[in-house]
Structure formats: structure tokens, C-alpha cells
């Protein structure tokens, strides 16, 4: 379904027009309502193009049955949340012609600043010249022929959308692609990083003060991108989880405050944390591509705005029987309680607790445990990671993540570097020096709590009852040394750098440069208790991240291997 491989130039196109505006007309605005807004975001400005094809004449073109009821729940979602949704009975097909009226007609019916614009699109797609990165896209109707010399004359091309809602002024347009392949829609060089910091900046509840943020940020122009898949992955042709998510999404569980209102951040964490799970539960694992735009080839955007949809069922409080919102709030209150200690401080209540010490007469903080499940899923759903762990060990999110390159250690320390609230001045994955002066307190110790060899200290292959060298244990399971840090001998092996160290996160977002081999410290649950040593390091390749039916991925994970963050702390 939906083979979108190399669609670069779609957005090249979009960048023509995606220019994000100053705010304007502030002297205007005054003091809007939380009635105006919702008047605001609602029929009078909100319209959306819902286009689903399952009927293809072409030989090569299976037909998606399934395509209709998604169509069905992805109207009725968007009619839910206040769009217009344009009237077009669903009989499976459209043929080439038709798309190009369609959406020509759609952007030129709604070619006004104040107007809010969502596109759907669910059907084959291809890239004809799959060997050039520089291919154009093409979505695949009803009347597209077979693979070949006419192939490209008689799709859609991904070029022609782009430069259709180049011409729009709507200041505001969302586009959903649910497409096998479809992340490579989006350079890997451009792919946004953390999304939290707008979010954080928005003020709590439906206020008027909301309101008036809501305001501002509809002055500004935004063109955000969700894809259902990254660039080396199939999705499935039915029960798709990705059209699943985004109607139940906007149909209210996106709301992740609870303030009445869904931003575009908030459904493309929910619809890409709620695809990653139930991908990898049947075993066709899917990673949705978010995208901000505009980007240029050298910087990732910043957030500037962001869509805004109303939720159908409006502002909620907190249930005493809502599990998931009661297990975040003791998870936050956890973090806070932690915090209040002397020496440790949380900047987030899903970052990790940082433990405070001195290296090299120098203020710095490391992670009192290694980095776990909860805290790469933070990351995960904000899209500051790519990669998606799955909780193998069943410790219900306190395990520690593993299976973890060097590239996936970057992209979490700029996340949680995204998230600085006045402590760090930086984070950063700690050196060997650091770790080991967090690790021992004697430098010619063994082990993190001394040189005698003690049994139900550690997590490693015979260092206790029921220890087989099969699995980790959670995080903070044995006691901590003295300076506080937990798990610093086995449990999992932990990224460290050295000062000379040159190897960006950029040499593999851009897929270029050769990376020297990297090492890891501490030892693992697999490491023998008699060869288990706190400081011992071993060396391990740094490749990209692995990639989902890339076969020539030159990709090297461990199931051993984890991280713990460290920072530099801000003077006093």
C-alpha cells in the first residue's frame, strides 16, 4: 500500500510558500475570548479534504478495501472537531483528472489567510526512480497504469500537490499521509527534533489568557506533515493503525491536558505513539515521520506555531479512574519528591533525575540511573527519537532501554538538551573521566561500592539469585553508591566519549562521514560476575540507527548497551 519512497521534492516545492509570518495585528487582538476563539476554530474557517482510493484498473495496483472506512472515520473525526469536510460521495475511485480538480479546487475555494486547511490522502503511491534520491513521488489513481513508460504521465505527482497548496494563503494546513515509505516524504536531514518547547510555553486550561496564545499563534503561518511510516517501512492495508489513531485522535484522546483543545503537536504524539505500539504488536513495526515547515537544507526549524484543533468533547478534568493520566501524575510527583534532595534535580516530569557532583573543580550532574523505557518514550512521543523500544522485559517502562547506537544517544541528549529549565547549561553523553568519577569513589575500586565482589549489588550474569545473563533488571533495583548513582556496575553497558571525540549527530542525519569506534563502560546483565568490572570499557561500532527493511544499512545495536545522560551546570 502507498509505496511513497523518495519525495524530496515535494518539499523543496513547499518551502515556496511555507514562510512563516510576525505575528501581526497584535494591537487588534485584545483580550479574545475563549467563545470568540472557539468561533474561531470552528466551520467558518476550518475545511478539510478527506481523498481514499481502493479501486485501481492498473495491473500491479491491489485493491484497498479497507481504504473506505477509513475515509468514513477520518470525515466523521474531522466533521467532529468543526471542519467542513467537502462533500464527496466515496465510491473508490478517482481517477487522475479528478485529484488534480479536486485539489485545485479545494485550495482555490479556500484561499484566504484566516482559513485552516487539513488534507488527508490514503492510496498507492510509488517512486518512479527509486535509485535517484532526487525522484519524484507519485500517488497512484484509479487510472494510473502499470509500472512503466506511461507510468508517470498517468499518476499524480507529489510535485503537482506541492505546487497546488503552494498557492493557497491559508496561513494554517495539515497534511496526513498514511503511506507505505511515506517518510521519505521528508529529508532525514530536516525531520524536526524535539517539539516540546512550544507546547511548554502554553498556558494551562481554556482561558482567556489560552485564548489570547491561541490568537498569536494563528497570526503565524505553519505547515506541518505527518506520515504514517518512516522511509524504509511498509504500513498495513487494513485495521490501519495510523487512520485509526488520527480519528480517535481528534475525536478527544489527543487532548493530552485536557484543556478542550488538541494542538498538532499533541495528535502527532498520540498518533505516533499509538502506531508504534500496535505496529510492533503484530510484528509490522511503523514509525510516523512528523515534519514542521519550512525547513532549508542546513538548519531544523523551530516551532513558531502550531494547529490548533477543538476537541469534540470539550475540557475535561482529571478522572480519579483515568490510569494512564493517574500512573503521570505519580510519575510526576515521584520526580518532584526525588528532586527535593540536596544534590538532584529533575528539569522535566519525564526527564531523568540528575544527581549533582564535582569533576574537575567543575559543577556537573549525571543521570541517577540508566536511561529507562518511560524516559525514551517521553523522547519518542515528542519525536526528539526516532527509533521506537519496545518494553521486551516487561518492567512496565523502569527497565532501562536498550539496544541503543551512538545515533540514538545523540538524538535523546538534544531532546532532553531541548528541555533545559535553568539548571544545565548543556547535556551532553558523559566522558569516561565524568562517569568513572560518578562511579567510584576510590579510582582503583572494582566495583562502584568497593573491591570485594558482593553478591545482590548488581545486575549481571551470576551476581544473584535468578541472575542468568538473559535480561536487565529495572533501574535503582540495588542499592546506590555513596555519590548516589544507581546501577553503575552491570545492568546494561553505557555510551561514553572522549574529549578528541568528533563524531555529530549530523554525519549520520545527513548519511554521510565514517564515525571511529566508539566505546561503552560498566559491564551488563550478560557480563560473568567474575569479569564484571564498574570501569572496565569495551569497544563498539557507531553506525546510523538500523532502518526498517533497509538492507544496506550498515546499522550495529546490542541488546547490552544503554546510556545515562550528564550536563553541565549553569554558575550560581
Not at 468514513?72 to 475511485?93: K, W
Not at 507546547?199 to 505547515?223: Q, Y
Not at 566495583?447 to 529495572?474: I, K, T, V
Request: proline fraction near 6%.
Amino acid at each position: 500500500m502507498l509505496r511513497l519512497r523518495s519525495l524530496l521534492c515535494f518539499f523543496c516545492l513547499l518551502t515556496a510558500f511555507a514562510v512563516v509570518d510576525p505575528v501581526s495585528g497584535s494591537d487588534n487582538v485584545g483580550s479574545p475570548s475563549p467563545e470568540k476563539l472557539e468561533e474561531r476554530l470552528g466551520q467558518t474557517n476550518s475545511f478539510a479534504l478527506v481523498i481514499g482510493i481502493s479501486d485501481f484498473d492498473g495491473i500491479g495496483w491491489n485493491d484497498l478495501p479497507w481504504v473506505e472506512e477509513e475515509v468514513r472515520r477520518a470525515t466523521l473525526a474531522l466533521q467532529a472537531a468543526g471542519f467542513q469536510v467537502e462533500p464527496r460521495p466515496f465510491d473508490g475511485r478517482m481517477t487522475r483528472g479528478e485529484m488534480i480538480e479536486a485539489i485545485q479546487t479545494f485550495v482555490a475555494a479556500h484561499d484566504r489567510p484566516e482559513y485552516r486547511l487539513v488534507l488527508y490522502i490514503a492510496t498507492h503511491g510509488h517512486a518512479s526512480r527509486e535509485a535517484d534520491p532526487d525522484g519524484l513521488g507519485f500517488l497512484v489513481t484509479s487510472d494510473t497504469t502499470p509500472l512503466g513508460p506511461r507510468f508517470e504521465q498517468s499518476a499524480y505527482s507529489v510535485g503537482e500537490l506541492a505546487r497546488a497548496l503552494g498557492k493557497v494563503a491559508a496561513r494554517h494546513v495539515f497534511v496526513f499521509v498514511n503511506a507505505c515509505f511515506s517518510g521519505a516524504m521528508i529529508p532525514l536531514a530536516n525531520r524536526s527534533g524535539s517539539v516540546s518547547e512550544l507546547l511548554a510555553r502554553k498556558p494551562t486550561g481554556f482561558t482567556s489568557e489560552t485564548a489570547a496564545w491561541v490568537e498569536a499563534l494563528l497570526e503565524k503561518r505553519v505547515r506541518l506533515i505527518l506520515t504514517a511510516g518512516s522511509d524504509r517501512q511498509t504500513v498495513p492495508d487494513n485495521n490501519n493503525p495510523f487512520g485509526n489513531s488520527f480519528a480517535a485522535g481528534l475525536l478527544g484522546a489527543a487532548d493530552d491536558d485536557g484543556d478542550g483543545m488538541i494542538m498538532g503537536l499533541e495528535l502527532a504524539a498520540y498518533i505516533r505513539a499509538h502506531v508504534a505500539r500496535e505496529s510492533r504488536r503484530v510484528g509490522r513495526p511503523n514509525d510516523p515521520v512528523f515534519a514542521n515547515l519550512p525547513f532549508d537544507f542546513r538548519n531544523e526549524p523551530r516551532m513558531e506555531s502550531d494547529f490548533v484543533f477543538l476537541s469534540p468533547v470539550g475540557p475535561r478534568a482529571m478522572a480519579t479512574d483515568d490510569t494512564s493520566a493517574a500512573n503521570a501524575l505519580l510519575q510526576a510527583q515521584t520526580h518532584a519528591l526525588v528532586s527535593r534532595s540536596a544534590n538532584s534535580f529533575t528539569e522535566c516530569p519525564t526527564c531523568p533525575v540528575m544527581v549533582e557532583f564535582e569533576h574537575a573543580r567543575r559543577p556537573m550532574a549525571l543521570s541517577r540511573t540508566e536511561i529507562s523505557i518511560d524516559e525514551w518514550d517521553a523522547c519518542y512521543r515528542e519525536f526528539g527519537c526516532s527509533r521506537y523500544f519496545a518494553d521486551q522485559d516487561g518492567g512496565q517502562g523502569n527497565m532501562p532501554v536498550r539496544g541503543v547506537t551512538w545515533e540514538d544517544a545523540l538524538d535523546f541528549q538534544q531532546w532532553l538538551d531541548s528541555k533545559k529549565a535553568g539548571k544545565c547549561e548543556r547535556y551532553f553523553i558523559p566522558t569516561e573521566s565524568l562517569w568513572r568519577t560518578a562511579a567510584l569513589v576510590e579510582p582503583d575500586w572494582k566495583y562502584s561500592w568497593g573491591n570485594e565482589f558482593l553478591e545482590g549489588r548488581a545486575s549481571c550474569w551470576g551476581c544473584g539469585e535468578g541472575q542468568d545473563g538473559r535480561r536487565p533488571m529495572p533501574v535503582a533495583s540495588f542499592p546506590a553508591n555513596s555519590g548516589g548513582f544507581y546501577d553503575m556496575t552491570g545492568n546494561v553497558w553505557e555510551w561514553v566519549r572522549r574529549p578528541s571525540d568528533t563524531c555529530d549527530r549530523d554525519a549520520f542525519r545527513l548519511r554521510e562521514g565514517e564515525c571511529p569506534v566508539g566505546t561503552v563502560i560498566g559491564g551488563s546483565f550478560a557480563t560473568r560476575w567474575n569479569q564484571v568490572d564498574t570501569s572496565k570499557v569495551a569497544p563498539i561500532p557507531r553506525t546510523r540507527s538500523p532502518r526498517q527493511g533497509d538492507p544496506s544499512s550498515r546499522a550495529y545495536t546490542l541488546e547490552t548497551v544503554g546510556l545515562r545522560m550528564a550536563c553541565a551546570l549553569k554558575p550560581e
